[in-house]
């Protein structure tokens, strides 16, 4: 089955830190590039941070720079999210999302979301 599974949201205090984590299944990892977005309350989904799956080369929105760390596993089926120092503006939907190929065309696939919440 393709899908992806987040986990790893919760409550912090800001300065905090917590590390978000996207199963994958379904596609191949080097044919893909995986990223979080997030949606912060009366706002709109934004690409925070993303990863090829071909060279691992990665790829930061400017307000998570040197506090968000975007890896993969050695097994190539999870994308995590270090998230730290948290702020109360971190505070939102967390969703994985993965562009990737396969039966010669490429698809779209979301995650169902996980909430962050970052208390001041």
């Known amino acids: 089955e393709v899908q992806l599974v987040e986990s790893g949201g919760g409550l912090v205090q800001a300065g905090g830190s917590l590390r978000l984590s996207c199963l994958h299944s379904g596609f191949t990892f080097n044919d893909s590039a995986i990223g979080w977005f997030h949606r912060a309350p009366g706002k709109e989904r934004v690409g925070i941070s993303c990863i090829s799956g071909s060279d691992g080369s990665t790829w930061y929105e400017d307000s998570v720079k040197g506090r968000f760390t975007i890896s993969r596993d050695n097994a190539k089926t999870a994308v995590y999210l270090q998230m730290n120092n948290l702020k109360p503006e971190d505070t939102a939907e967390y969703y994985c999302?993965?562009?990737?190929?396969?039966?010669?065309?490429?698809?779209?696939?979301w995650g169902q979301g996980t909430q962050v919440t970052v208390s001041s």
């Open positions: 999302y993965a562009h990737y190929l396969a039966l010669e065309r490429t698809w779209d696939l």
